[in-house]
Nanobody, 115 residues
Framework: QVQLVESGGGLVQPGGSLRLSCAAS????????MYWVRQAPGKGLERVST????????HYSDSVEGRFTISRDDAKNTMYLQMNNLKSEDTAVYYC????????RGQGTPVTVSS
């Protein structure tokens, strides 16, 4: 059974950092393009970052470029999103997904950036 479980969210002050994890089961992360997406309160899903199956191609949205880093540990079948210099506008529920329609996303992990 394909399952994605996000974790690592929480409350952080502006300028702080968090590392999100996406644990996969039922399939190999390394076989798919993988996505981090987020949904801010009252808004739709926004793609934040993607990584290709080989792990050599990484894309970021303009809003997070230079602050977020996507990575993957194939031995643990887990993907990460290192988020630095967080801003209030990064407040959202963060999801990982294995399809471009994000239908495979898990329950998400909430991130709140506030002083």
């Amino acid at each position: 059974q394909v399952q994605l479980v996000e974790s690592g969210g929480g409350l952080v002050q502006p300028g702080g950092s968090l590392r999100l994890s996406c644990a996969a089961s039922g399939f190999a992360l390394s076989a798919y393009w993988m996505y981090w997406v987020r949904q801010a309160p009252g808004k739709g899903l926004e793609r934040v970052s993607t990584i290709d199956p080989l792990g050599g191609v990484r894309h970021y949205s303009d809003s997070v470029e230079g602050r977020f880093t996507i990575s993957r540990d194939d031995a643990k079948n887990t993907m990460y999103l290192q988020m630095n210099n967080l801003k209030s506008e990064d407040t959202a529920v963060y999801y990982c997904a294995k399809d471009p329609g994000y239908s495979s996303r898990g329950q998400g992990t909430p991130v709140t950036v506030s002083s």
